[in-house]
């Protein structure tokens, strides 16, 4: 079934946080399925599910071990048929996460290269001299072999070893891993760090940084994905999302400019960065507004210039949640949540909602430093430790740790949330007034309620789907303005992104309010928005 890509909106799951039903405290594929119908009424229309392959279990599932079966801990083949068919009976389409930039070192072709197999020490790379290339989850990117007396090359943890793109074996391998899963029903893919895949002819060492300049959207990447398009998803026409590691505008159109037949949308990250102090993922500051709007002003206009579609978030599996790091989860958890809900859902392109943003989930606010369970979060720990003092170590933590994405749903009141009958495998957030699904649901005017008239209106309004984007001036810091036309229709969507009122006015008096989250009725020509007030009318 091919969908209409610029009215579909994407629901991404984490399953080991979802919903356990079989009482191990890890979600499953059954607990997917058993929350479909929550996810109707929420209205989206695909599911993306993060990594269930079985793994090597050092990066919660992105270093797969094979790419063709389920993990026992999220359950069988035959449950994953029975989610496929059960979210397909409510119009909903199954997105696979696809890793083919590295496998585990435990993937049967990287045990058969360390055996010394020559064919398959070509599938990874296998240096005798490592370059000063730093890995994203800190130490060296290059690890050695003693019996081998060789290096090779791992992007992420050691157990993540990057794959040999420019092999043609390889790539037929990972076509068939991507048909395995189109024959079972799958509607479209997220392909993890994508741009990555091209790596450059030869390994050198950099002067400055981290060594990033020298591996992301290396010459071949659009090449690669052009071929992985021709010989798999594009002969279905199937919706994809490339996930692009600190790329550039430039390079993300070129990958999903409907022209070059590559991907249909990406993930860009640049407006998250806004909180990072010198582009330094630990290093926190207070979000920068301008930034943020310049960078959405930017996006926006370069992929209606290439006729090409982003992907819209705030929220997924490595961030924090967004309503704590943008928002006031303590004093306007309902305000802030929804502001940065519109904010980016009446942008141009297909938004995406991380599990638990359409309950307002907040961050972690784990209280001991052992509550810990991600990778990169413990390695940082360490490495920060050199540098920065005890508190700095928590404070950074607990704002960006992947975990604050992580914390499983909390359903209910019952023991463990309704998430599962034993402790899960990582503690629920601790905020002090934790909203569960069921509170939110009982609500009239709740968070859920709010993203169910967004998701309405991308799928009902041809000017949130199709229309154009404009920046009219805005004069105030805190406040972020756009506007959207289409035909001789026009709206505006009025942000005010912080907890001080801040005054508005109209050259002419808009005629309806489409949306409002302090529930106006009235429009003046000049007005005060109220803290996180999010305003859409219509002209
Ligand atoms: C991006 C994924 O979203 C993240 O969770 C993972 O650690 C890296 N890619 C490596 O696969």
Redesign the pocket.
């Known amino acids: 079934m091919s969908r209409n890509l610029e009215n579909l909106v994407v629901y991404q799951i984490y399953p080991r946080s979802f919903q356990d039903t079989n009482g191990d405290g890890i979600g499953d594929l059954n607990g997917i399925r058993k929350r479909i119908p929550y996810l109707h009424k929420l209205g989206i229309d695909m599911i993306w599910i993060t990594p269930f392959y079985p793994s090597g279990g050092k990066?919660n599932g992105?270093d797969i071990k094979d790419y063709k079966a389920i993990d026992p801990l999220f359950g069988t083949m035959d449950d994953f048929k029975n989610l496929v068919k059960e979210a397909k009976d409510h119009n909903i389409g199954i997105m696979l996460d696809m890793?083919l930039n590295h496998t585990s070192t435990l993937h049967p072709w990287f045990q058969k290269a360390l055996s010394g197999d020559k064919e398959y020490m070509d599938y990874y790379f296998f240096k005798d001299k490592p370059t000063n290339w730093e890995s994203k989850f800190g130490g060296s990117a290059w690890e050695y072999v003693p019996h081998l007396d060789k290096y090779y090359l791992h992007l992420?943890d050691t157990m993540?070893a990057d794959l040999n793109w420019e092999n043609e074996k390889v790539r037929e391998a990972l076509y068939d891993v991507v048909k395995f899963w189109m024959d079972l029903g799958v509607e479209g893919f997220r392909f993890?760090?994508i741009n990555l895949i091209s790596k450059p002819k030869e390994f050198k060492d950099v002067v400055i940084g981290d060594a990033r300049d020298q591996y992301t959207d290396g010459e071949k990447v659009l090449e690669y994905l052009q071929m992985l398009n021709k010989n798999t998803f594009g002969t279905k026409d199937l919706v994809t999302v490339g996930?692009l590691s600190s790329t550039t505008v430039e390079n993300a159109a070129s990958y999903v400019n409907p022209k070059n037949k590559a991907l249909s949308t990406a993930f860009g990250f640049h407006h998250l960065k806004i909180d990072y102090k010198d582009n330094k993922k630990w290093h926190i500051q207070k979000p920068d507004y301008s930034a943020l709007k310049s960078i959405l002003r930017t996006w926006q206009d370069s992929m209606e210039e290439n006729s090409a579609l982003m992907a819209l978030f705030w929220n997924n599996?490595?961030q924090p949640r967004s309503v704590s790091r943008l928002g006031d989860d303590i004093n306007y958890p309902f305000e802030s949540a929804s502001m940065i809900a519109s904010m980016m859902h009446l942008l141009k392109g297909m938004p995406y909602i991380y599990q638990g943003e359409e309950i307002g989930l907040p961050n972690a606010y784990f209280e001991s430093m052992d509550d810990y369970r991600d990778i990169e979060s413990i390695n940082m720990k360490e490495i920060l430790s050199e540098t920065f003092s005890k508190e700095d170590v928590v404070q950074s933590l607990s704002a960006h740790s992947r975990d604050n994405g992580r914390t499983p749903m909390p359903w209910d009141h019952t023991k463990h949330y309704g998430f599962s009958t034993t402790t899960p495998w990582l503690k629920f957030s601790q905020h002090n007034n934790l909203q569960t699904v069921s509170d939110v649901l009982e609500k009239e005017n709740s968070i859920f309620n709010w993203y169910q008239k967004l998701i309405d209106l991308r799928h009902t309004e041809t000017i949130v789907s199709k229309g154009k984007v404009f920046w009219p001036e805005d004069d105030h810091e805190s406040l972020l303005v756009y506007g959207r036309s289409y035909g001789d229709e026009t709206w505006l969507v009025y942000n005010n992104l912080e907890d001080k009122a801040v005054s508005i006015s109209f050259e002419t008096l808009p005629q309806t309010i489409i949306l409002s989250n302090y529930n106006r009725k009235e429009l003046k020509s000049s007005m005060t928005l109220n803290p996180y007030e999010s305003l859409v009318v219509k002209l």
Do not use: M
Request: aromatic share 20%; net charge negative.
């Open positions: 990066d992105y890793v992420f993540q993890d760090v996930e599996h490595d």
